[in-house]
């Protein structure tokens, strides 16, 4: 009987090993997944700034363009907004 007990201790031994190397596996398989979407939302976040950006450039070049065609209509138009935000802000 102790040497069947021997026999059972050794192999819980080499299976609580091979679980140990199981989990070492899914441990970094979980690393590597992970590494792997945080590079694709830092991508993403990239993209998403860069069309941003170039979207900004786009309106402001738009917005440019508008006031070399009509400099007064874009001066008389500032002037009524100020105007409109003063008394909404003076009240």
């Known amino acids: ?10 192999d819980l031994k080499a299976q609580i090993a091979e679980l140990r190397s199981d ?3 899914v441990a970094d398989a979980i690393k590597k997944l992970s590494g792997d979407a945080a590079d ?31 400099p007064l209509t874009s ?6 907004i100020g105007f ?3 008394k909404l802000l003076d009240s």
């Open 75 to 80: 001066v008389a138009t500032a002037f009524g």
């Open 1 to 10: 009987m102790a040497a069947t007990t021997e026999k059972d201790i050794d």
């Open 84 to 86: 409109i935000l003063g």
């Open 23 to 25: 989990l070492a596996g």
């Open 40 to 70: 694709e939302g830092v991508e993403r976040v990239r993209r998403t700034a860069e069309r941003a950006r170039d979207r900004a450039k786009d309106t402001l070049g738009n917005l440019e363009n508008e006031i070399e065609e009509r």
